[in-house]
Nanobody, 122 residues
Framework: QVHLVESGGGLVQAGGSLRLSCGAS????????MGWYRQAPGKQRELVAS???????DYAEAVKGRFIISRENAKKTVDLQMNSLKPEDTAIYYC????????????????WGQGTQVTVSS
């Protein structure tokens, strides 16, 4: 089994910062892409940022220049540094990881964390 556990959510004023962290554990052979999604009330889940095993990153337009995604492959962790937060960033944030668990089969499965609430007050 594989588990992703997030931490670091909370309540912050507009303009403030938060750092989300996510760690993967379990029967993991390798981890490919990792990322963060978010879902605001009444809206669809959307990609916030992603990072490849080699460190290439991609960001949603709404967070470019404000959020930074990073990972430590040896620790199986991915972080999201969120700066200049806005009320519209309020959402549940989910960590994802594309994980290969089988040594023989080169197949990855996307796993999701349980989500962590981020609330930005105006």
């Amino acid at each position: 089994q594989v588990h992703l556990v997030e931490s670091g959510g909370g309540l912050v004023q507009a303009g403030g910062s938060l750092r989300l962290s996510c760690g993967a554990s379990g029967s993991i052979f390798s981890i490919n892409d990792m990322g963060w999604y978010r879902q605001a009330p009444g809206k669809q889940r959307e990609l916030v940022a992603s990072i490849t095993r080699g460190g290439s990153t991609d960001y949603a337009e709404a967070v470019k220049g404000r959020f930074i995604i990073s990972r430590e492959n040896a620790k199986k962790t991915v972080d999201l540094q969120m700066n200049s937060l806005k009320p519209e960033d309020t959402a549940i944030y989910y960590c994802t990881a594309d994980i290969r668990t089988n040594v023989v089969l080169a197949v990855s499965t996307r796993y999701w964390g349980q989500g962590t609430q981020v609330t930005v007050s105006s």
